[in-house]
């Protein structure tokens, strides 16, 4: 697959180990050719790497079992997950989960990604629904324009909003930039 597919929480295999995607960012600096600067953990060694790829790369995904879950809770055990099919409960850390974790609300389902029966990452949705709780109060008559104001949603994260989002609006969000889409209803 091509690297601008790249998503937190993927599996790749990388110079003959396996990485699990921790974050992607998508940079296109002035006039030259894009690339996704990522950041990955080693899953063998554990070690975290900033690598970047560029644009057109062929990025080669582990071939995983995906198992449907649902997302319960996260407590200092881990992030709780439940099989939809046997309602078997399994706890994952945050060294395993990466900045996915921003992501996850309660009862969000997800799919766990599974290699040799080890499970070793998270495929979110694309887009998730989150509530604001925390922004600067809403500008009169403000439109809108390219002003972009912070907002910290309910799991933690900011990402900037326009400024007609108040505390309280659920707002959608792109998981693999992190960053705001539109409003939700």
């Given at each position: 697959?091509?690297?601008?597919?790249?998503?937190?929480?993927?599996i790749?295999?990388?110079?003959?180990?396996?990485?699990?995607?921790?974050?992607?960012?998508?940079?296109?600096?002035?006039?030259?050719?894009g690339?996704?600067?990522?950041?990955?953990?080693?899953?063998?060694t554990?070690?975290?790497?900033?690598?970047?790829?560029?644009?057109?790369?062929?990025?080669?995904?582990?071939?995983?079992?995906?198992?449907?879950?649902?997302?319960?809770?996260?407590d200092a055990?881990g992030?709780?997950?439940?099989?939809?099919?046997?309602?078997?409960?399994?706890?994952?850390g945050?060294d395993?989960?990466?900045?996915a974790?921003q992501?996850?609300i309660?009862?969000?389902?997800?799919?766990?990604?599974?290699?040799?029966?080890k499970p070793?990452?998270?495929?979110?949705?694309?887009?998730?629904?989150?509530?604001?709780v925390?922004?600067?109060?809403?500008?009169?008559?403000?439109?809108?324009?390219?002003?972009?104001?912070p907002?910290?949603?309910?799991?933690?994260i900011?990402?900037?909003?326009?400024?007609f989002?108040?505390?309280?609006?659920?707002?959608?969000?792109?998981?693999?930039?992190?960053?705001?889409?539109?409003?939700?209803?």
């Amino acid at each position: 697959m091509k690297a601008t597919l790249l998503r937190p929480g993927m599996i790749i295999q990388h110079e003959g180990d396996l990485y699990s995607v921790f974050s992607v960012e998508h940079r296109t600096p002035g006039n030259k050719r894009g690339a996704m600067q990522t950041r990955m953990r080693n899953l063998r060694t554990g070690a975290i790497i900033d690598y970047k790829f560029r644009a057109e790369d062929a990025v080669e995904r582990a071939i995983l079992d995906e198992i449907e879950f649902e997302y319960l809770y996260g407590d200092a055990q881990g992030y709780h997950f439940m099989n939809l099919e046997t309602f078997e409960q399994i706890a994952l850390g945050n060294d395993l989960l990466g900045d996915a974790v921003q992501y996850l609300i309660p009862n969000m389902p997800v799919k766990l990604e599974f290699f040799e029966n080890k499970p070793i990452g998270v495929e979110l949705p694309d887009t998730v629904d989150l509530t604001v709780v925390e922004t600067e109060p809403a500008i009169q008559k403000a439109t809108a324009s390219s002003v972009m104001k912070p907002a910290k949603l309910e799991t933690g994260i900011t990402v900037q909003v326009p400024p007609f989002i108040n505390i309280g609006d659920k707002v959608r969000v792109d998981t693999t930039e992190g960053r705001y889409i539109q409003r939700a209803q």
